[in-house]
């Protein structure tokens, strides 16, 4: 099993930057896939960024390519995500996700097993 934990979220303003961690227990978090989703007020969750487990592979959602950095430490069991140039629609909860599932799989949101309690992420204009 693995235990999930967000920090970083806060208020930024339009343009601003922000980098998120989640860190993780256990003894094989190498073995996860990780993603970043995010949940806007009204609006279905949806998969920000993933990432291999050996870090070799990612993905990112169209509207989040050039501006978001998904990476991760396996030696520190952490997982990031570098927001930069944010908009006030990138305003939502972020959480950070794993599955044991391989990484053709990274897309699958029932193939998600462990989640964090979530970070705020606001972005005023």
């Known amino acids: 099993q693995v235990q999930l934990v967000e920090s970083g979220g806060g208020l930024v303003q339009s343009g601003g930057s922000l980098r998120l961690t989640c860190a993780a227990s256990g003894r094989t978090f190498s073995s996860y896939v990780m993603g970043w989703f995010r949940q806007a007020p009204g609006k279905e969750r949806e998969l920000a960024a993933a990432i291999s487990n050996g870090g070799g592979s990612t993905y990112y959602a169209d509207s989040m390519k050039g501006r978001f950095t998904i990476s991760r430490d396996n030696a520190k069991n952490a997982v990031y995500l570098q927001m930069n140039s944010l908009k006030p629609e990138d305003t939502a909860v972020y959480y950070c996700?794993?599955?044991?599932?391989?990484?053709?799989?990274?897309?699958?949101?029932?193939?998600?097993?462990?989640w964090g309690q979530g970070t705020q992420v606001t972005v005023s204009s």
């Open positions: 996700a794993a599955t044991a599932k391989s990484w053709f799989y990274y897309s699958d949101f029932r193939g998600y097993g462990y």
